[in-house]
């Protein structure tokens, strides 16, 4: 019913940038929240950055100053500029979105992840 498709990532050394970009498709009639979350090896989930509808942003401390999320409510998509970027943002990236469907019926919908990884 909602397709997440995400682009970017890759391989970047240390104080390198990159930026992963999501789009959301399918039987949309809002998006409450949209963000980004990863999955270190050996280690849980975590919330990276993630806006809501009506534009509050938060952030996780360790990227706080460091990594922004932007939103495009019309398109349906969420960029994550990551500056300054550290061995231990290594990651697998997943976009992540709480969808209402034009059902009126509300999902959580994830991407298929994309990698990340920063050489020291």
């Known amino acids: 019913q909602v397709q997440l498709v995400e682009s970017g990532g890759g391989l970047v050394e240390t104080g390198g940038s990159l930026r992963l970009s999501c789009a959301a498709s399918?039987?949309?009639?809002?998006?409450?929240?949209m963000g980004w979350f990863r999955q270190a090896p050996g280690k849980q989930r975590e919330l990276v950055a993630v806006v809501t509808s009506g534009g509050s942003t938060n952030y996780a401390d360790s990227v706080k100053g460091r990594f922004t999320l932007s939103r495009s409510n019309a398109k349906n998509t969420v960029s994550l500029q990551m500056n300054s970027l550290k061995p231990e943002d290594t990651a697998v990236y997943y976009c992540?979105?709480?969808?209402?469907?034009?059902?009126?019926?509300?999902?959580?919908?994830w991407g298929q992840g994309t990698q990340v990884t920063v050489s020291s």
């Open positions: 992540n979105a709480v969808v209402v469907l034009t059902t009126l019926a509300k999902y959580d919908y």
């Open positions: 399918g039987n949309i009639f809002s998006i409450n929240a």
